[in-house]
């Protein structure tokens, strides 16, 4: 079973600038997950989608940042203009359904200078 | 108060030693529990679900303590692989069901 994908791998970046992300979850996934992941910290969820629509965005700050899944498989995190504070790692998970456990994509690491 | 806390470490143990690390949770309603383990510089990756009573896989084992909103995990014989940064997961119940993570507990195994 092929895993999450995600691109790309590293990011550097000015900050101002903008940046997208890209996911392509387990087929037959219903549930993806963006979570961001600070240096010496547990992922913070960002944004849930099931299927092609949002079930949870309460922690997007969404001056700044977005994502869509607009077919319900692949989805796109952007951030416009990035802040020095999102350099992070950005995982994308995957689930059958919302009680499974996740698998994780390898993650974008974003530095921002 | 976090939502899910953990001890960070990191805990040096030799080869061979037993070692638990303890986590808390704040929401009562909360329905599922998880242990990830995360390498360095990787993905988490799930070790084991816990229920409440109790599990095993193998040297590690999962205790969840609803009354006092407490899990778990204990590792037996522990291997140089064994190092690394224990997540504990916790599905926050109605409302958010995504999964929040605690900051994790660090593990170095040393020979």
């Known amino acids: 079973e092929a895993g999450v994908a995600q691109s790309p791998r590293y990011k550097i970046i000015e900050k101002r600038q903008s940046v997208a992300f890209w996911c392509n979850p387990i087929s037959g996934h219903a549930t993806l997950y963006w979570y961001q992941q600070i240096l010496g910290q547990g992922p913070k969820l960002l944004i849930q989608f099931q299927n092609n629509g949002v079930v949870d965005d309460s922690q997007l700050p969404k001056d700044r940042f977005s994502a869509e899944r607009l077919k319900g498989v692949d989805s796109t995190l952007k951030i416009q203009p990035a802040k020095l504070e999102d350099s992070a790692v950005y995982l994308c998970a995957s689930s059958l359904g919302q009680l499974d456990g996740y698998t994780f994509g390898s993650g974008t690491r974003l530095t921002v200078v | 108060r976090k939502e899910v806390e953990q001890d960070p470490g990191p805990f040096n143990v030799p080869e061979g030693a037993t070692v638990a690390f303890n986590c808390t949770y704040s929401?009562?309603?909360?329905?599922?529990f998880f242990w990830y383990r995360q390498d360095c510089r990787k993905e988490p990756k799930l070790l084991m679900s816990v229920y409440s009573s109790g599990n095993e896989d193998g040297r590690f084992t999962a205790q969840l303590n609803r009354a006092s909103q407490y899990i778990s995990l204990l590792i037996r014989d522990s291997k140089l692989s064994d190092s690394a940064t224990y997540l504990c997961v916790v599905n926050s119940g109605t409302g958010r069901r995504a999964l929040t993570f605690g900051s994790g507990t660090r593990l170095q195994v040393q020979p």
């Open positions: 929401n009562s309603a909360s329905q599922s």
